[in-house]
């Protein structure tokens, strides 16, 4: 039961809220751990390299990344340029072809890649030995996971790119396979009546555009049915990942630089009702990530009653405030941030804009996880280091610390190991 999820519908007024965060850390002791495997799309199946469930074939997918480096120094030792491809190769085991189909599709991006020189060229055009300022420009491509399992294998793919000025751009596009083929799965094909799933996903995304936090990021608030339209049902302007089918907006698209990419997801449950094929269907951990202003109503703590579930981002700008903007948190109109748990109170302290997400650890019982998910850089490295922490919704309505791992409970190839109090 507690899998069943029901998304309130968004046309609905922004519940206006405000919060503080407060608290202190809380040491914990006699720690424990967990092993949470890798989402493979095959629910309780000892063995997905070569088991058939109902017909279908369960393949175990593995990604190994290769790294691309190219750089350029003139003849005085300064760094013109540098570039760097960060790619998957994909190994299907029993279905080589599928994964050669991918793999050569990746590859045509990588060396499309790697053949641009137009950077480079314009980093030595405009480098003056004479200019002391001068920063090295460069080009980056890089792939990530969002879905990777016997049905489906999904990649974001970002390009980014600094040509001098104040900032670099960047673009991401999606890219999605059949993971019993290999090959690319278009949008008409996500449905067998591709007019009417994309009239019905149109009309999700509209309402998600017309409510408050998507308007602050857009150009004069919501945009017409025509721009949205022309952004999000581009080519290669989505991706399927472990919570739905995300559309992808890129900076000054439909909202300026500071904006960053505006994603579109629309979950799975909502996918079935519009005639989502099921051949495409995620069958595996249950993940749905929070989005601010839009209200979710799930069972967390199995007492059979769903609670509504809310994430908001509130500014305080009154010169008392640790952090200019807090993080609020509410289930069934309580805010749980600031009252229930210290680990929560100084997590969301020191980190006010980690992406919250319900999780399920353990499909064997009766409670679902929220999941907050940090991102820092040690030591000016350019690599994230991503941080999942678990809470737990009690049935007192309390919220209790259930962990940490390394890691990212979005990146569904990850083997995290929770570390329980």
């Given at each position: 039961?507690?899998?069943?999820?029901?998304?309130?519908?968004?046309?609905?007024?922004a519940?206006?809220l405000?919060?503080?965060?407060?608290?202190?850390?809380?040491?914990?002791?006699?720690?424990t751990?967990?092993?949470?495997?890798?989402d493979?799309?095959?629910?309780?199946?000892?063995?997905?390299?070569?088991?058939?469930?109902?017909?279908?074939?369960?393949?175990?997918?593995?990604?190994?990344?290769?790294?691309?480096?190219?750089?350029?120094t003139?003849e005085?030792?300064?760094?013109?340029?540098?570039?760097?491809?960060?790619?998957?190769?994909?190994?299907?085991?029993e279905?080589?072809a599928?994964?050669?189909?991918?793999?050569?599709?990746?590859?045509e991006?990588?060396?499309a890649?790697?053949?641009?020189?137009?950077?480079?060229?314009?980093a030595?055009?405009?480098?003056?030995?004479?200019?002391?300022?001068?920063?090295?420009?460069?080009?980056?491509?890089?792939?990530?996971?969002?879905?990777?399992?016997?049905?489906?294998?999904?990649?974001?793919a970002?390009?980014?790119?600094?040509?001098g000025?104040a900032?670099?751009?960047?673009?991401?596009?999606?890219?999605n396979?059949?993971?019993?083929?290999?090959?690319p799965?278009?949008?008409?094909?996500?449905?067998?009546?591709?007019?009417?799933?994309?009239?019905?996903?149109?009309a999700?995304?509209r309402?998600?555009?017309?409510?408050?936090?998507?308007?602050?990021?857009?150009?004069?608030?919501?945009?017409?049915d025509?721009?949205?339209?022309?952004?999000l049902?581009?080519?290669?302007?989505?991706?399927?990942?472990?919570?739905?089918?995300?559309?992808?907006?890129?900076?000054?698209?439909?909202?300026?630089?500071?904006?960053?990419?505006?994603?579109f997801?629309i979950?799975?449950?909502?996918?079935?009702?519009?005639?989502?094929?099921?051949?495409?269907?995620?069958?595996?951990?249950?993940?749905v990530?929070?989005?601010?202003?839009?209200p979710v109503?799930?069972?967390?703590?199995?007492?059979?009653?769903a609670?509504?579930i809310?994430?908001?981002f509130?500014?305080?700008?009154?010169?008392?405030?640790?952090?200019?903007?807090?993080?609020?948190?509410?289930?069934?109109?309580t805010?749980v941030?600031?009252?229930?748990?210290?680990?929560?109170n100084?997590?969301?302290?020191?980190?006010?804009?980690?992406?919250?997400?319900?999780?399920?650890?353990?499909?064997?019982?009766d409670?679902i996880e929220?999941v907050?998910?940090?991102t820092?850089?040690?030591?000016?490295s350019?690599?994230?280091?991503?941080?999942?922490?678990f809470?737990?919704?009690?049935?007192?309505?309390?919220?209790?610390?259930?962990?940490?791992?390394?890691?990212s409970?979005?990146?569904?190839?990850a083997?995290?190991?929770?570390?329980?109090?």
């Amino acid at each position: 039961m507690k899998r069943k999820t029901i998304y309130a519908i968004l046309a609905a007024s922004a519940v206006m809220l405000s919060c503080t965060a407060c608290g202190g850390q809380t040491d914990s002791t006699d720690i424990t751990e967990q092993e949470i495997m890798p989402d493979t799309g095959e629910n309780d199946l000892p063995e997905a390299d070569s088991d058939t469930t109902g017909g279908q074939q369960h393949y175990h997918v593995t990604l190994d990344w290769q790294k691309l480096e190219n750089n350029d120094t003139a003849e005085d030792g300064m760094l013109l340029y540098s570039g760097t491809c960060t790619y998957p190769v994909v190994y299907i085991e029993e279905n080589q072809a599928a994964a050669d189909n991918i793999n050569a599709s990746i590859q045509e991006h990588v060396t499309a890649f790697h053949d641009d020189t137009s950077i480079q060229g314009f980093a030595r055009e405009n480098y003056v030995p004479e200019n002391p300022g001068f920063i090295a420009y460069n080009s980056d491509l890089s792939f990530a996971v969002r879905r990777s399992d016997s049905n489906v294998i999904s990649f974001e793919a970002v390009f980014y790119v600094y040509s001098g000025g104040a900032h670099g751009n960047y673009s991401t596009v999606g890219l999605n396979y059949d993971t019993r083929t290999g090959e690319p799965i278009s949008f008409t094909e996500l449905s067998e009546d591709a007019d009417s799933f994309r009239a019905d996903t149109f009309a999700f995304n509209r309402a998600l555009a017309d409510i408050p936090s998507y308007q602050e990021k857009m150009y004069d608030g919501s945009p017409s049915d025509e721009q949205l339209e022309a952004v999000l049902y581009a080519e290669d302007a989505w991706f399927l990942s472990t919570s739905g089918l995300t559309f992808i907006s890129n900076p000054y698209a439909l909202g300026p630089y500071a904006a960053g990419a505006i994603e579109f997801t629309i979950p799975y449950s909502e996918l079935e009702k519009m005639g989502f094929k099921e051949d495409y269907q995620y069958n595996g951990s249950l993940t749905v990530k929070l989005q601010e202003d839009i209200p979710v109503s799930m069972d967390l703590n199995g007492d059979g009653k769903a609670e509504n579930i809310l994430i908001d981002f509130v500014y305080d700008g009154s010169p008392d405030a640790e952090t200019e903007y807090a993080t609020c948190l509410l289930v069934n109109d309580t805010n749980v941030v600031n009252s229930t748990n210290d680990e929560l109170n100084q997590l969301l302290l020191d980190f006010p804009w980690s992406q919250c997400t319900l999780y399920d650890i353990n499909p064997s019982d009766d409670t679902i996880e929220f999941v907050f998910i940090t991102t820092e850089y040690p030591d000016d490295s350019d690599d994230a280091l991503l941080t999942s922490y678990f809470f737990r919704y009690e049935k007192d309505g309390s919220v209790s610390y259930a962990g940490k791992t390394d890691g990212s409970v979005l990146d569904p190839t990850a083997a995290l190991s929770v570390t329980v109090p």
